[in-house]
């Protein structure tokens, strides 16, 4: 059988004005155990109430003046601003007015999902399926740092001339004192890979057992930060300041379940990965992971139920990397803390 669902969605905004989005999906039944599905879809983001009205507070950041040691169009656009040729920057940070911008618009995506459903005939409780996905981001919200701002400032006013009226320069010394770092609609991203899920639920002496195993293939993920920039192909590596894009992850849970008791075994798998800041031979890439958790739960009554469990049983260390900040590894990505145990009560209402 085919089947097909058409759906649109039409919002209106007092900040930013009305949007329309469409979903196109077909679900066809090959076999009675295997199933092909797809959806084409448009979406979009709203900006958080943080990134459009959110409070200014003031930070020393981290921000690098392109004006020393320049050369080429950014020596003479700097030239023209006053700053002199030998000009040195005084310190390493500078005084950053961080918060929301009531300018923000909303981000759009275009996405394509393609997959099978299997459901196998010859095994009760056996299933598995692919899908391919590829999401295209326009007009992402990004917040542009410090560096970046005096940097597309210098190397060409007229096109990025928000920038250069984003931050002042003392009258003599021509040292940035002060800068706006706002988040912008100024970003595209495009990612494209394979999800895969393998699941298998039985009994086994009146026991309730689940194996599950899911794993992505990233095949591309890159971006562009700001228009005219280049393109970063993000695939394998690990950035300072957006996480880490390894070719595979994967997470294996097993799972025993009893009328009053129930068990959870984890295994989470982060791929190899190499520093997007290159750097020396040590630290400059990182190994796969694997991470092991269980918890056990017992259930008092059909609201309250007791759970305990150890994360990072075998207090696996997060991998190094030099070129980083004073974590010296991918802090978004791999787990810091090491073995841990917990106690929680869980009571349902």
Known sequence: SLNAEVATRYADYSTFGDKTTYKIGLTWQIIDSLMLRGVKSTAFRVPMLTEQFGGTNSENLRTIDPCENATGDIAANCLADGVAVDFVQDGTTVLTSVGGNPE????????LTVGLVWQASFVEGLSATVDYFDIEVEEAITSVNGSDVLKLCYTDPVAYSDYCSSFERHSVSKQVTSLNQRPVNAAWEKVSGIDFNVQYQGSLFNLTTKVDLEATHLLNHENQPLPGQAVHELLGLITEDQGSYTEWRANLGFTVQAEDWGTYYAIR????ADDANGGGPIGSSVPSIFYHDI???????DDVSLSAGIDNIFDKKAPFLTSWNDANTDVMTYDLHGRRGYVKVSVSF
């Open 104 to 111: 923000v618009e909303p981000e759009s995506a275009e996405t």
């Open 269 to 272: 798998y982060i791929g190899t």
């Open 295 to 301: 918890q056990g739960s017992y259930y008092l009554t």
